[in-house]
């Protein structure tokens, strides 16, 4: 995850063009929303996806935990454990912990995607800038795609149609990171955000029964998972985008 850190600090030093624009400064007191936004939006796009999904496809939702109620039993200590308190455990663990945790991995790639290719992009304008940046950041995912990351293998079209739903996935996500990161002025909220992405992503496996398609669902990374992403993408391309932004540092 620090390779697109890596690449823009070797760049930087190649072109010889400065550390003026790195978009490191934090700018809190006026971007204080946008860092909010990031830490609570991916939890409720993912939750709003997994719904969906569970909505359109009902035979795969557990509402006994079957899987989970198995875990804990294989440990006399957790055996009678709520496994309905196990997920709000796992919930409020995602939303309150890991952005910052996982912060200290997504940085290595926002410090490359928002700090140095979004900006590069801007003068595309905005909403390209957008769309560009989220599929060059998924089609840097495909190498681990087509060795069963996200979306295992076996399933129709694989590997083609799982590295094509990664970047369907990236441009839906990096639109949101794209805009914290340009409203705020700053890689930061970007940083927060796709760690509370990485943090919640795994939620509906809890919920899960049988055997769904991963390019449905219900992790956000699937079609019907990724819809409140979705959602919240074409808001801001909608309603938000459009606009160039310059470095504030």
Same mark, same amino acid.
């Given at each position: +995850? ?17 550390? $003026? ?5 934090? &700018? ?22 997994? /719904? ?20 804990? /039993? $294989? ?5 009678? +454990? ?7 455990? $796992? ?11 996982? !912060? ?16 590069? %992009? ?18 840097? &995912?495909?190498?681990?795609? /087509? ?16 590295? %094509?739903? +990664? ?25 927060? !955000? &796709? ?44 309603? &938000? ?9």
């Amino acid at each position: +995850m620090w390779a697109p850190a890596l690449a823009h600090v070797l760049t930087r030093l190649l072109t010889r063009e400065g550390w $003026q624009d790195t978009w490191l400064r934090p &700018h809190f007191k006026r971007g204080w929303r946008y860092w909010l936004a990031a830490w609570v939006v991916p939890a409720l796009a993912t939750i709003v996806g997994a /719904a969906v999904f569970f909505a359109l496809l009902p035979r795969y939702f557990d509402p006994d935990l079957t899987m989970l109620r198995g875990m804990l /039993a $294989q440990n006399a200590q957790t055996a009678t +454990m709520n496994p309905w308190l196990i997920v709000a455990a $796992q919930l409020g663990s995602a939303v309150l912990i890991a952005p910052l945790l996982n !912060g200290l991995f997504t940085f290595g790639e926002e410090f490359g995607w928002r700090g140095y290719l979004l900006p590069k %992009l801007l003068p595309l304008g905005e909403r390209r800038a957008m769309l560009v940046s989220g599929v060059i950041w998924g089609v840097w &995912h495909w190498p681990v795609i /087509a060795m069963g990351h996200n979306y295992g293998f076996g399933y129709p079209g694989a590997p083609w149609t799982g590295m %094509l739903l +990664m970047v369907w996935f990236t441009v839906v996500t990096g639109c949101f990171l794209a805009w914290a990161t340009l409203r705020a002025g700053s890689v930061w909220p970007a940083v927060i !955000g &796709h760690a509370a992405i990485n943090g919640i992503s795994a939620l509906g496996v809890l919920l899960v029964q049988g055997n769904p398609s991963s390019l449905l669902g219900p992790l956000p990374v699937g079609l019907l998972g990724s819809l409140g992403w979705a959602a919240v993408a074409g808001w801001i391309l909608w309603r &938000h985008a459009g606009r160039r932004q310059a470095p504030m540092d």
